[in-house]
């Protein structure tokens, strides 16, 4: 295994991780409770931007890069489409959490991320196996041969 998919693997396991905590907590914590309820908020405002900023890294950074070196672009249409499926889902998660930290005690905002955040848990999990076994031995053929993600997309 290659240093890029190194990385990658080690982003793809925080991920996972930070969506089992949003389980985790969403499950037990109670509503009306403000404090964890902040809490809830906050963590699932990174997990969007987190999700966001990781996507949108794949998209404009390296699957281009990989494909400039000789990938068949074909091969990531399927996870592009998995990309575009997942924005609705990040952007419901976005307004429920925006408005459960706005108002902490509305046990209904609490409800509504709760709602949102189930079909978000399971696109974003599928999506990272489905991606792997695409997208790796790609990134471990067509990457760079420099031993940083960072390096890849460099002249
Ligand atoms: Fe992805
Ligand atoms: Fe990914």
């Known amino acids: 295994m290659g240093s890029a998919v190194r990385e990658f693997t080690g982003i793809h396991t925080m991920i996972r991780g930070l969506v089992h905590l949003m389980d985790t907590s969403l499950s037990k914590a ?8 902040r809490v809830v908020a906050e963590l699932a ?4 931007a987190g999700t ?7 998209d404009t950074q390296y699957w281009p890069a990989v494909i400039a070196n000789g990938a068949d672009a074909a091969a990531f249409d399927s996870l592009s489409a998995e990309h575009h499926e997942l924005d609705p889902l990040l952007d419901n998660m976005d307004r429920a959490s925006k408005s459960l930290k706005a108002e902490p ?15 978000y848990r399971d696109h974003v ?6 991606e792997e076994p695409i997208f790796f031995p790609l990134l471990d053929k067509f990457g760079s041969t420099d031993t940083s993600v960072g390096a890849l997309t460099s002249p």
């Open 30 to 37: 109670r509503p009306g409770n403000s404090d964890q309820m």
């Open 45 to 48: 405002l990174f997990a969007v």
């Open 52 to 58: 966001r900023f990781h996507h949108q890294g794949e």
């Open 105 to 119: 005690t509305d046990s209904r905002a609490f409800e509504a991320l709760r709602q949102d955040f189930g079909p």
């Open 125 to 130: 999990l599928e999506h990272l196996n489905n």
